[in-house]
């Protein structure tokens, strides 16, 4: 009969050399970052203009997509709390080879989508100021740096403000909307409710079909990566057991909050055909009613979301090279931490890479490298998330071989292994609908990001399985499954 489980605890839990600075307001704002970039401000005209009305059916559908993910990755987290963990669940719960694949794409995912909020960023300034772009790009590149370099607990203060002012701002204008609903704000237009008249009869929720719908998924997902940072945060928050399952509540409710209903009033306010990328759609909604003043809020705001988005994504692309060092996935010396607990080599190295990728894309069109860079970050985002749900439904399996049961668990996935089984699914289907899209740029993603996954599996196969075994094996210094359920 198995031993009883390792209390879930602060005192009783490693820390891996990390500061637990992280409170449970941190958490929840520094997932909230990484969801809202400005992907959200300025991808979801594309999002609109592909898909009609109907566009916040499709943020319904990555709404659940999120939530299955989410409630797969609290009982993993919960369970044991450890810094990089999506990519030591897959290590531990499906195969080393594919959670070296997981972790080298989810790293070049951050790699190429930071440089991309940083050079969005920079082009919202260059309007303000007539500075170049590029060097308001390389300065947030730097502003970003910095705060990632600080004490963890000062990066989750700062992020906690970025986050706190693109909530306030999609909130402000859900109220605005509602305004302009019932004719109370109506600029040019008649002053009376709008109802249905753009919701409906401009061509129907789905002017241009279904498909459309489908095809946008993975371009829309990418607006909700960033809430896997709660479990890459596990290791450095204060009270895991606590601080995880609230997040997990609080951020889903806020998606609802912030993503669907923002999006619904959009879409009854707005024409969709006026959507699209040249500013930002919920600037040119409030514009369309005289409210002038909203397109430099708008920008603003889009600014910051910019920079949070960098902000967190730095954060979680650091902690997930570590952990493919820890495994052995990656060279050794990027688990070294500081004295004030950062992985100072791991953050130097992904700096050296953002700064090459922003140097190339100063070759590149704008516009058509911002909508590929996001294509690329939501297929590799996406494949994170499988990792979850494929780990968490193998974990619950060893949980019952090794003599455990549901009831050892201080946070369960309701409905496992279904919970995953269906979030998988969805997410491989909405995958394998770029490799269909008649767009050669979502093709092009498609075959990007499928060599990001493969090639690292085939490199550690080929050539560092043996070492990285050992590695793994000689490595003392993080939380293991049996340290939580002995045998």
């Known amino acids: 009969m198995a031993t009883q489980p390792v209390e879930n605890n602060t005192k009783s839990l490693p820390s891996e050399g990390f500061h637990r600075g992280l409170k449970g307001r941190h958490i929840q704002l520094i997932a909230l970052g990484g969801i809202i970039g400005s992907c959200y401000f300025l991808g979801t005209g594309e999002v609109v203009a592909q ?3 109907a566009a ?5 559908l990555g709404g659940l997509i999120i939530y299955l993910t989410m409630l797969c990755m609290g009982e993993l987290a919960v369970a044991i709390p450890i810094s990089g963990s999506f990519v030591t669940y897959a290590a531990d719960f499906i195969s ?21 909020e940083c050079v969005a960023g920079g082009i919202i300034m260059a309007m303000f100021t007539g500075v170049s772009g590029y060097l308001w790009a390389v300065c947030f590149g730097l502003l970003v ?15 906690f403000w970025l986050a706190l002012i693109k909530v306030s701002a999609l909130i402000g204008f859900t109220f605005l909307s509602i305004f302009i609903f019932f004719g109370i704000i109506h600029g040019n237009e008649p002053a009376k409710i709008i109802g249905d008249k753009f919701l409906l009869h401009q061509g129907g929720l789905l002017p241009n079909g279904w498909l459309s719908l489908l095809t946008a998924m993975v371009l829309l997902l990418v607006n909700y990566q960033g809430s896997e940072i709660i479990g890459l945060a596990a290791g450095e928050s204060q009270d895991p057991a606590v601080v995880i399952p609230k997040a997990i509540r609080n951020v889903t409710f806020r998606i609802l909050c912030l993503y669907i209903i923002p999006t619904l009033f959009l879409v009854t306010i707005f024409p969709w ?16 009613y005289g409210i002038k003043w909203a397109g430099g809020i708008i920008s603003f705001v889009t600014l910051t979301a910019a920079l949070s988005c960098a902000n967190s994504g730095y954060y979680s692309t650091v902690r997930a090279l570590r952990a493919l060092a820890r495994e052995g996935m990656a060279p050794r010396f990027f688990v070294k931490l500081n004295k004030h607990g ?22 590149f069109g704008e516009t058509s490298l911002y909508i590929a860079l996001l294509l690329i970050s939501g297929f590799t985002g996406t494949i994170s998330w499988i990792a979850l749900c494929w780990a968490q439904i193998n974990f619950r399996k060893r949980l019952h071989k090794s003599g455990y049961s549901t009831k050892d668990l201080k946070y369960r996935t309701p409905g496992s292994p279904y919970t ?7 997410m491989v289907f909405s995958l394998a609908m770029l490799a269909f899209d008649k767009n050669p740029a979502y093709k092009i993603s498609f075959a ?23 590695v793994a094996q000689e490595s003392n210094d993080r939380l293991k499954f049996e340290d939580i359920f002995p045998a």
């Open 51 to 53: 898909v009609g009305p």
């Open 56 to 60: 916040f059916f499709a943020y319904i």
């Open 96 to 116: 080393p080879a594919f959670a070296c694949g997981v972790g080298w794409s989810y790293w070049i995912n951050w790699v190429i989508y930071i440089p991309a």
């Open 145 to 159: 740096t910095f705060v990632n370099i600080l004490r963890v607990s000062i990066f989750g203060e700062i992020e």
């Open 273 to 288: 055909q006026k959507a699209g990328l040249s500013n930002s759609v919920f600037a040119e909604a409030l514009s369309y």
């Open 342 to 363: 950062i992985p100072q080599n791991a953050v130097f190295f992904t700096l050296l890479s953002i700064w090459l990728v922003i140097l190339a894309g100063y070759f």
């Open 420 to 426: 995953g089984v269906l979030a998988i699914i969805l």
């Open 448 to 470: 990007i990001g499928c060599i990001s996954l493969i090639v690292p599996i085939v490199v550690y196969k080929i050539l560092i399985v043996r070492k990285s075994h050992q």
